[in-house]
């Protein structure tokens, strides 16, 4: 069995011990579309696990691409059921958790929402015959929780503290007019240092823009408002930045000042590694990034020029941080 994913929180038990199988991807799109791929040369059935809230990167491979070859293939998706109605949930999963049943009608995907972990088990043991594809639904807490196991390469590295990094960027804030803090912990991070309000949700501060859905999609919010002359600045992770790696490789005077911190793992999701554990890398890719190893390195690229740089960061030792939202 081959698991293409975007690993997910709510099926982390059942991703962990299976991690000689698990293909990990960039984003939900690349995931569907190679499982498309694999399941066609191999013959076998491909394994999607990803969740609801990146459903809608998996939507327009599944329907342009898959959809193509249904009738040759055989594929089983899981999918975490985040902001499942009845189950209270984060705010920006509410949408798509009351839609994401919808979704799958509409693509002519049957689903089903096993009650127990015992029925989920005997829903993975089912076979799915060529031409189908069918869907499990998972709601958060269903599955037993997974141990976290061990850290990654990258992360056992000689690293900043993120608490630390933190602090650095607030005693720069007045140098902003706008922060960006991506979906996870960087936003909690922030929101727990700082105590600043979502802008245009719970407060008439514009400051800080907490993107806790769009994963991948902060740094194209801050080239926005770096286009419209206000002072910029990217906190993203490394997760985060390389689902659509694409939005950072633009004109130098394009780009708003950016932070990526980088601990290889997608941390709040399970912990687990990126699909590449070399720093060196996302600096070779990223136009003019810097790396960034110190914090008084912090402070001069914070005051200076320079448009990304790449923090390596240890994994938090706290994970329970207040939530912006």
Same mark, same amino acid.
Request: proline share 4%; hydrophobic share 40%; with cysteine.
């Given at each position: 069995?081959?698991?293409?994913?975007?690993?997910?929180?709510?099926?982390?038990s059942f991703l962990k011990p299976r991690k000689e199988d698990l293909i990990?991807?960039?984003?939900?799109?690349?995931?569907?579309?190679?499982?498309?791929?694999?399941?066609?040369?191999?013959?076998?059935?491909?394994?999607?696990?990803?969740?609801?809230?990146?459903?809608?990167?998996?939507?327009?491979?599944?329907?342009?691409?898959?959809?193509?070859? &249904? =009738?040759? @293939?055989?594929?089983?998706?899981?999918? %975490?059921?985040?902001? /499942?109605? *009845?189950?209270?949930?984060?705010? #920006?999963?509410?949408?798509?958790?009351?839609?994401?049943?919808?979704?799958?009608?509409?693509?002519?995907?049957?689903?089903?929402?096993?009650?127990?972990?015992?029925?989920?088990?005997?829903?993975?043991?089912?076979?799915?015959?060529?031409?189908?594809?069918?869907?499990?639904?998972?709601?958060?807490?269903?599955?037993?929780?997974?141990?976290?196991?061990?850290?990654?390469?990258?992360?056992?590295?000689?690293?900043?503290?993120?608490?630390?990094?933190?602090?650095?960027?607030?005693?720069?804030?007045?140098?902003?007019?706008?922060?960006?803090?991506?979906?996870?912990?960087?936003?909690?991070?922030?929101?727990?240092?700082?105590?600043?309000?979502?802008?245009?949700?719970?407060?008439?501060? &514009? =400051?800080? @823009?907490?993107?806790?859905?769009?994963? %991948?999609?902060?740094? /194209?919010? *801050?080239?926005?408002?770096?286009? #419209?002359?206000?002072?910029?600045?990217?906190?993203?992770?490394?997760?985060?930045?390389?689902?659509?790696?694409?939005?950072?490789?633009?004109?130098?005077?394009?780009?708003?000042?950016?932070?990526?911190?980088?601990?290889?793992?997608?941390?709040?999701?399970?912990?687990?590694?990126?699909?590449?554990?070399?720093?060196?890398?996302?600096?070779?890719?990223?136009?003019?990034?810097?790396?960034?190893?110190?914090?008084?390195?912090?402070?001069?690229?914070?005051?200076?020029?320079?448009?990304?740089?790449?923090?390596?960061?240890?994994?938090?030792?706290?994970?329970?941080?207040?939530?912006?939202?």
């Open positions: 069995m081959k698991i293409f994913t975007v690993p997910d929180s709510t099926t982390s990990i991807t960039s984003c939900e799109g690349e995931a569907a579309t190679r499982a498309t791929v694999w399941a066609l040369e191999s013959g076998q059935t491909a394994v999607l696990a990803i969740q609801n809230s990146g459903l809608g990167n998996a939507i327009n491979p599944l329907t342009s691409f898959t959809s193509l070859y &249904r =009738s040759r @293939i055989s594929m089983k998706i899981v999918i %975490g059921w985040r902001g /499942a109605p *009845g189950v209270k949930d984060e705010v #920006q999963h509410g949408v798509m958790g009351a839609i994401t049943p919808v979704l799958l009608e509409t693509l002519d995907i049957a689903y089903a929402v096993p009650d127990t972990e015992a029925e989920f088990a005997d829903r993975m043991e089912e076979e799915v015959k060529t031409g189908e594809i069918k869907a499990i639904l998972v709601r958060p807490g269903l599955l037993s929780s997974a141990d976290d196991g061990e850290t990654s390469v990258a992360s056992r590295k000689i690293a900043l503290d993120s608490d630390e990094v933190f602090a650095e960027i607030l005693r720069h804030k007045d140098m902003f007019d706008r922060f960006v803090l991506s979906t996870g912990y960087n936003g909690r991070q922030f929101y727990s240092h700082s105590g600043m309000e979502a802008a245009y949700l719970n407060t008439d501060d &514009r =400051s800080v @823009i907490y993107n806790v859905g769009a994963m %991948g999609f902060s740094y /194209a919010m *801050g080239l926005e408002l770096h286009g #419209q002359g206000l002072r910029t600045l990217v906190v993203d992770g490394d997760g985060s930045a390389l689902m659509h790696f694409g939005s950072y490789v633009k004109d130098e005077h394009l780009r708003p000042k950016c932070l990526v911190l980088f601990n290889g793992q997608h941390e709040s999701v399970g912990g687990f590694d990126l699909p590449f554990q070399s720093m060196e890398t996302m600096i070779a890719h990223i136009p003019n990034a810097v790396q960034i190893t110190g914090l008084d390195e912090l402070a001069a690229f914070l005051r200076g020029e320079g448009r990304i740089g790449i923090v390596p960061t240890a994994p938090r030792s706290n994970k329970k941080l207040k939530r912006p939202l």
